[in-house]
C-alpha cells in the first residue's frame, strides 16, 4: 500500500468504537485525524490508498464537538473584570481548567466597569488557538456593559453606567480604548442612539447582544433590524415576559425578524438562574437558537465564600447559588447535563446547544462547533450521561479524566 507520506508527513489518527455527532445526529463510524484537521475517509482511503498511522480505542464514548462558552467571567479564583498585574496568568488558568469541563474556546467576559479597567484589561487578551495551555480564545472578549438600563443592572455596579450621548460611537470608542479584541457587546437597545451603535458594530464584525434592559419588543425588533444577532442570558435582568408586550423575550417567535437572520440567545442552565419549566418553554419555542452559557463568576470551582465580580463583591452560598446578582458557580458540562434533563431533549440537541449554536453565532462555524470534514479537531469524549471523558484540541490530547480505584 502507498505510504500516507505522499499526500502529508503529518501521522493518521484513528478514533474507533465511538458514536460521533455528525450531521445532528450520533452515528457509529471513525473519526480520522490529520494536521489538526477532521478528515475525510473517503478522500484518504480511495485518492491517497491510506491508512491509521495511530489507531485509539474509544470505548464506546460518545465523540462531540468541544463546547464553546461566549460568556464567561471568570473562574478558580480569577476575576477577568479586575485590572491586575498578573491578569494574563489568571487568563492562562482558567483556560486551562476550563479543559477538564470539555470547554476548547471561549470569550472572557468583562461586566460593566471603569474606562481605565477596559483599556487596561482588553490590550492583554490574545486571540488565540487553543491547546495543552488551555481552551483558546478565538474571537475576542466579551464586553457586557457599560451601556446597559440602571433599573436592570442586577450585579453591575451603578456608578460605573453610561448612556450614549452625541457622538455616540465614539463614545463607546473612548470607553473601550479599542474593539480590536472585542467580539461581543452586551448593550440595552432602548437607550437613545443605540440604533447607529449596533449598526456600527455590525459593520466592524462586532456580535451585539441585547441584555440587562428594559427594553420593549417593538425595541428589540428595531434592533435586531439594525444587526443585533443574540439576546444575554435570556430571561435575566430584562422586563418578564407579558402577553400584551412580551418584551425582548418576544424575539423568539417574532415575525419581525429579517429574512435569513437568525437570534440565538444565551441561557444559563444551572438550575437556579433558570427555572426548568423557562427553560422548556425557550427552548420550544425556538431550539435552534438557544445557546448555552456559564455565565460564570470567580468563584466557580472554588469553595463557598466571598468573591468578585468586577468592582462588586458577592458571596456563594453552596456550589451552584449566587447570591445579589447575577452568575453562576456551574461549569459548562454541567449546564448541559442540566438543560438535557430540564428539557428531555436528545443527547445531540443538549451538545450543539454548546457547540455548534455558539459557533454559529459568532460565525465559526466552518471551523469549530461541528465534526464535518476539515473542521478543526476540538473534540471531547463523554459518557452516555455527558460527562467529560477527554478533551482534544487540534487533535491532541490535552485533558483526561484520571481512572477511578487504581
Same mark, same amino acid.
Not at 5 to 15: E, H, L, N, Y
Not at 190 to 214: A, D, N, P
Not at 229 to 245: G, Q, V
Given at each position: 500500500?502507498?505510504?500516507n507520506?505522499?499526500?502529508?508527513?503529518?501521522?493518521?489518527?484513528?478514533?474507533t468504537?465511538?458514536?460521533?455527532?455528525?450531521?445532528?445526529?450520533?452515528?457509529?463510524?471513525?473519526?480520522?485525524v490529520?494536521?489538526?484537521?477532521?478528515?475525510?475517509?473517503?478522500?484518504?482511503?480511495?485518492?491517497?490508498?491510506?491508512?491509521?498511522?495511530?489507531?485509539?480505542?474509544?470505548?464506546?464514548?460518545?465523540?462531540?464537538?468541544?463546547?464553546?462558552?461566549?460568556?464567561?467571567?471568570?473562574?478558580?479564583g480569577?476575576?477577568?473584570?479586575l485590572?491586575?498585574?498578573?491578569?494574563?496568568?489568571?487568563?492562562?488558568?482558567v483556560?486551562?481548567?476550563?479543559?477538564?469541563?470539555?470547554?476548547?474556546?471561549?470569550?472572557?467576559?468583562?461586566?460593566?466597569?471603569?474606562?481605565?479597567?477596559?483599556?487596561?484589561?482588553?490590550?492583554?487578551?490574545?486571540?488565540?488557538?487553543?491547546?495543552?495551555?488551555?481552551?483558546?480564545i478565538?474571537?475576542?472578549?466579551?464586553?457586557?456593559?457599560?451601556?446597559?438600563?440602571?433599573?436592570?443592572?442586577?450585579?453591575?455596579?451603578?456608578?460605573?453606567?453610561?448612556?450614549?450621548?452625541?457622538?455616540?460611537?465614539?463614545?463607546?470608542?473612548?470607553?473601550?480604548?479599542?474593539?480590536? =479584541?472585542?467580539?461581543?457587546?452586551?448593550?440595552?437597545p432602548?437607550?437613545?442612539?443605540?440604533?447607529?451603535?449596533?449598526?456600527?458594530?455590525?459593520?466592524?464584525?462586532?456580535?451585539?447582544?441585547?441584555?440587562?434592559?428594559?427594553a420593549?419588543?417593538?425595541?428589540?425588533?428595531?434592533?435586531?433590524?439594525?444587526?443585533?444577532?443574540?439576546?444575554?442570558?435570556?430571561?435575566?435582568?430584562?422586563?418578564?415576559?407579558?402577553?400584551?408586550?412580551?418584551?425582548?423575550?418576544?424575539?423568539?417567535?417574532?415575525?419581525?425578524?429579517?429574512?435569513?437572520? =437568525?437570534?440565538?440567545?444565551g441561557?444559563?442552565?444551572?438550575?437556579?438562574?433558570?427555572?426548568?419549566?423557562?427553560? =422548556?418553554?425557550?427552548?420550544?419555542?425556538?431550539?435552534?437558537?438557544?445557546?448555552?452559557?456559564?455565565?460564570?463568576?470567580?468563584?466557580?470551582?472554588?469553595a463557598?465564600?466571598?468573591?468578585?465580580?468586577?468592582?462588586?463583591?458577592?458571596?456563594?452560598?453552596?456550589?451552584?447559588?449566587?447570591?445579589?446578582?447575577?452568575?453562576?458557580?456551574?461549569?459548562?458540562?454541567?449546564?448541559? =447535563?442540566?438543560?438535557?434533563?430540564?428539557?428531555?431533549?436528545?443527547v445531540?440537541?443538549?451538545?450543539?446547544?454548546?457547540?455548534?449554536?455558539?459557533?454559529?453565532?459568532?460565525?465559526?462555524?466552518?471551523?469549530?462547533?461541528?465534526?464535518?470534514?476539515?473542521?478543526?479537531?476540538?473534540?471531547?469524549?463523554?459518557?452516555?450521561?455527558?460527562?467529560?471523558?477527554?478533551?482534544?484540541?487540534?487533535?491532541?490530547?490535552?485533558?483526561?479524566?484520571?481512572?477511578?480505584?487504581?
Open positions: 500500500m502507498p505510504s507520506k505522499s499526500v502529508s508527513d503529518a501521522p493518521i489518527i484513528q478514533f468504537n465511538c458514536r460521533i455527532l455528525r450531521s445532528h445526529q450520533l452515528q457509529r463510524e471513525d473519526l480520522w490529520r494536521e489538526q484537521k477532521i478528515l475525510n475517509p473517503e478522500k484518504l482511503f480511495f485518492d491517497e490508498k491510506g491508512s491509521a498511522d495511530i489507531q485509539v480505542d474509544c470505548k464506546d464514548s460518545i465523540i462531540a464537538p468541544g463546547f464553546i462558552d461566549v460568556q464567561i467571567n471568570g473562574g478558580f480569577v476575576d477577568f473584570s485590572a491586575t498585574d498578573d491578569f494574563k496568568s489568571g487568563l492562562d488558568l483556560s486551562q481548567k476550563i479543559l477538564s469541563h470539555g470547554v476548547t474556546s471561549f470569550c472572557p467576559t468583562l461586566v460593566t466597569s471603569p474606562p481605565s479597567v477596559y483599556h487596561q484589561v482588553l490590550p492583554q487578551i490574545s486571540i488565540r488557538n487553543g491547546g495543552a495551555h488551555g481552551a483558546g478565538l474571537a475576542g472578549a466579551h464586553l457586557e456593559g457599560p451601556f446597559i438600563s440602571k433599573e436592570k443592572k442586577g450585579a453591575h455596579p451603578e456608578h460605573c453606567l453610561r448612556t450614549f450621548e452625541e457622538g455616540a460611537f465614539q463614545d463607546l470608542l473612548a470607553t473601550y480604548g479599542s474593539l480590536e =479584541r472585542v467580539r461581543i457587546v452586551t448593550l440595552a432602548e437607550m437613545k442612539r443605540s440604533s447607529e451603535v449596533i449598526q456600527e458594530l455590525t459593520k466592524q464584525g462586532i456580535c451585539v447582544s441585547l441584555g440587562h434592559s428594559v420593549n419588543l417593538c425595541q428589540a425588533e428595531e434592533a435586531v433590524q439594525h444587526g443585533a444577532t443574540f439576546i444575554t442570558h435570556l430571561f435575566n435582568a430584562m422586563l418578564p415576559f407579558h402577553h400584551r408586550d412580551p418584551g425582548i423575550v418576544g424575539l423568539l417567535t417574532s415575525d419581525r425578524i429579517p429574512a435569513g437572520r =437568525r437570534v440565538f440567545y441561557m444559563i442552565s444551572d438550575g437556579i438562574h433558570t427555572n426548568p419549566a423557562a427553560l =422548556r418553554i425557550a427552548h420550544r419555542a425556538h431550539p435552534k437558537g438557544l445557546v448555552l452559557v456559564t455565565d460564570a463568576i470567580a468563584g466557580m470551582g472554588l463557598p465564600g466571598r468573591h468578585t465580580l468586577g468592582q462588586q463583591v458577592v458571596e456563594i452560598d453552596g456550589l451552584n447559588t449566587y447570591i445579589a446578582g447575577n452568575g453562576s458557580v456551574a461549569t459548562m458540562d454541567t449546564c448541559v =447535563r442540566h438543560f438535557q434533563e430540564a428539557t428531555g431533549c436528545s445531540e440537541t443538549a451538545l450543539e446547544a454548546a457547540s455548534l449554536h455558539p459557533a454559529q453565532l459568532l460565525g465559526i462555524e466552518h471551523k469549530k462547533g461541528t465534526l464535518n470534514y476539515d473542521s478543526d479537531a476540538d473534540f471531547l469524549m463523554l459518557t452516555d450521561s455527558l460527562y467529560v471523558q477527554a478533551t482534544y484540541i487540534a487533535g491532541e490530547e490535552v485533558w483526561r479524566q484520571e481512572a477511578l480505584g487504581m
